[in-house]
């Protein structure tokens, strides 16, 4: 093994390097399948290599070959923020080596997830007194919500909207559900005068993938309430903007739910991975997933968090929520959500402005739906991600292709919002 401290300030030099260069990069790669592989060994190496070595590998085999999620103009799915407090809490995170399955196998990171959890929840205006953990994806914390309702109601239906994630599909399914899709009113929120009667769970959205649009959380979550049906909601991407006070709107009625997750890897400077996870029904959770095996005995008092989803192993996550909240504040937080979402707006009155152009979705947050009205978009689309400038996504409403510009990423200014709106102008053969 090399120098651990030579190593160390080779990794930071170059982590920093990379933030600071990363702008100037595609933001897409110029590579095929297959490309990455056919440039690394096929035989694990039988001698160690050095660290410094395996630095060079990385800039001339593997970044070339990355999407970078990092750029200020990547505007794709939902764009993300690898922060500087989440690249530290990361270090420390695989220095300390915790194991979070139960209090006994790592007290304090037990206790500061479920102080963070409070933490949040408090920020975002949730109903004092609900349990949070953290799971690694909304997938995952969907799978947990729907096993749950699963335990009160087994057999039923879950009911989501047209435009729910697909992962809500995939989480009913795989804790072996029926999924029936609800189709949407003309702002693509979903419909509330469905029938519930095989109803398990319903899955309501606050800012869908598609468009951002948000479900009638409290109106689903009264008829929920009468007929007995678990209500979890999907605040992915969304939910994080209810930190800010003028945006909490969008978590309105879910109080009333049953669960809900919000994911801090999108649009709270966290990076991949964390997704939190808040229940006013723990009780329900603990059954569902609390095994008790002898050599885990449970310590009494104490929470262990293996108890509340499907995971054992559990990574000391609460660490990087931790300090992304610490190191920019809850006003840091608020700032940069407020800063995305002026942008969001800034651009939609460009392609408002433009002939030829039309946004072609409520925008609340930070993400715009628009299109070129005469040109292909997929086409558009792709032309521009192709100068490597900026990386956008297009998806379909009702039958139309449009492209997503997603603003998530804390170092993305208004020049690069500028910038892309330049270049897809330029993309329109
Ligand atoms: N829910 C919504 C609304 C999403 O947009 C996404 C992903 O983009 C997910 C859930 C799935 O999130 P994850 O990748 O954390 O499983």
Redesign the pocket.
Known sequence: MSDFRADLALASEWAAAYLERVGGLPVLPDVAPGDTRALLPAEAPEAPDTFAAILADLDTIIVPGLTHWNHPRFFA??ANTGSEPGILAELLIATLNVNNMTWLSSPAATELELTVLDWLARLLGLPAGWHGHIED???TATVAALAAARTLRPGGVVYGSEQA?F?VEKAARLVGLDYRPVAVDDDYRMRADFALDDATAVVA?V???GTTSVDPVRELAARCREAGVWLHI?A??AGSAAICPELRWCLDGVDEADSVVV?P?KWLFTPMDC?TLWTRRPEVFHETFALVPDYLAATSAAVDLKDYGPALGRRFRALKLWLVLRMYGAEGLRALIREHVRLAQLFASWVDAEPGWEVVAAHPFSTVCFRHREADNDELARRATATGELFVATTRLRGQSVIRLAIGNARTTEADVRRAWEVLCASVA
């Open positions: 799915w939902f994806t909304a997938s994630n992962s959205t800012g869908t993938t999907d992915a991407y994911n890897h997704s």
